[in-house]
C-alpha cells in the first residue's frame, strides 16, 4: 500500500479479507469494499457480523443492488452504493431455441438448490417426456444429488454434464434455463441465458434475481423455494414456443444495460465522486 502512493484505490472483491486490509496502514488511500451477495443472505451466516465490523471504516462498500443498499442503510451505514456485476461479450448468435433441453449451471452445493431442481423436475416430466434436464457443474453434493435423481425416478431424463468452460455451448444448445438457488448475489448465469436468447426460470430468491428478471417480461420467478410454481414455471416455458421466442429476444435486448461499458462508466463516476 505505501508503493502505491497517495491517492490510489484499493478494491476489495470479498468481504472475508477486510479485516486484514484494515490491520494496515491506508492512509491516503482511498478504500473500496465489496459483498457479492444479497443482504439477507449474508444476515444469515457470519458474514453479516464482518460487514458490521469492518464496513463502516471504508470510504465507500458496495452491494449489487439498490435494495440491498437500502437494507444497509437502514443498518446504520451512511456509506453503502450499489453496483452490479457486468455481463461479459455478448454471444454473436443467440441460441435457436430448437433443442427440447433445460439447462441449470452452477456448483453442486447447497446454495445453488440442485435438490430443489430435481423436485421441481420430478412434477413435471411425466408431462414433457421428450424434453432433457442437463445439469452442468461439479460440487461437494454431487453423490448425494445422483442419488436423489434416481430414487426420483429421472435418471431418464436427467443428464449430469460435469463442469464446463463452454458456457455459450451449453446454452446453445439450450431452449430453456434454470436457477433454482437458495441465495444468490447478482448470478452471472441468468446475464449469460439471457444474452443467449434462452428464456429463464428462476427462484426470486435475491434483488439480484429480480432486478435482472422482470417477471413476465423477459423471464418467469417463482417463490424462493416452492419448488411446485418452478416446475410450472417450467412447464409453461417448455409448452409454449412462443412464450420461449418472446421472453428469450426480449432478455436478449434487455440484459445489454449490464454491458461492461456501462458498468465501467459506473466505476469512473464512483472514482470521480471518491475524488471531489
Known amino acids: 500500500f505505501r508503493a502505491a502512493g497517495p491517492g490510489a484505490l484499493v478494491i476489495v472483491t ?21 459483498s457479492h451477495e444479497s443482504y439477507e443472505y449474508s444476515k444469515r451466516c457470519h458474514r453479516f457480523r464482518w460487514i458490521k465490523n469492518s464496513y463502516p471504516q471504508v470510504d465507500r462498500w458496495l452491494t449489487l443492488t439498490q435494495e440491498d443498499a437500502d437494507a444497509w442503510i ?26 427440447k433441453t433445460v439447462a441449470s449451471i452452477g456448483r ?34 454431487a453423490a448425494a444429488l445422483k442419488k436423489q435423481c434416481t430414487a426420483l425416478g429421472l435418471d431418464g431424463s436427467v443428464e449430469w454434464m460435469g463442469r464446463t468452460d463452454d458456457v455459450a455451448g451449453a446454452l446453445a444448445a439450450s431452449s430453456v434455463f434454470v436457477q433454482s438457488s437458495r441465495g444468490e448475489g447478482f448470478p452471472l448465469a441468468l446475464m449469460e441465458a439471457m444474452a443467449s436468447a434462452v428464456p429463464c426460470a428462476a427462484f426470486d430468491c435475491a434483488p439480484g434475481v429480480r432486478e ?11 417463490p424462493p423455494g416452492d419448488t411446485a410454481a418452478l416446475a410450472d414455471r417450467l412447464l409453461r416455458l417448455t409448452g409454449n414456443r412462443r412464450l420461449r421466442d418472446t421472453l428469450g429476444d426480449r432478455a436478449r435486448v434487455n440484459v445489454q444495460r449490464y454491458s461492461e461499458a456501462e458498468i465501467l ?4 463516476e464512483l472514482f470521480e465522486l471518491l475524488d471531489r
Do not use: C
Not at 265 to 268: E, G, K, L, Y
Open 108 to 141: 453442486l452445493d447447497d446454495q445453488k438448490g440442485i435438490d430443489l431442481l430435481l423436485e421441481s423436475w420430478s412434477l413435471m416430466a411425466a408431462e414433457r417426456p421428450d424434453w432433457r434436464l442437463r445439469i452442468y457443474g461439479a460440487g461437494q453434493d
Open 212 to 222: 435482472i428478471i422482470t417477471d413476465g417480461e423477459d423471464g418467469l420467478l417463482a
Open 14 to 34: 470479498q468481504v472475508w479479507p477486510m479485516e486484514w486490509v484494515l490491520e494496515a496502514d491506508t492512509a491516503g488511500l482511498r478504500l473500496i469494499g465489496m
Open 265 to 268: 462508466r459506473r466505476w469512473h
Open 74 to 99: 437502514a443498518e446504520g451505514f451512511d456509506n453503502v452504493g450499489a453496483l452490479p456485476n457486468a455481463l461479459g461479450a455478448l454471444p454473436e448468435l443467440p441460441s435457436p431455441r430448437t433443442e
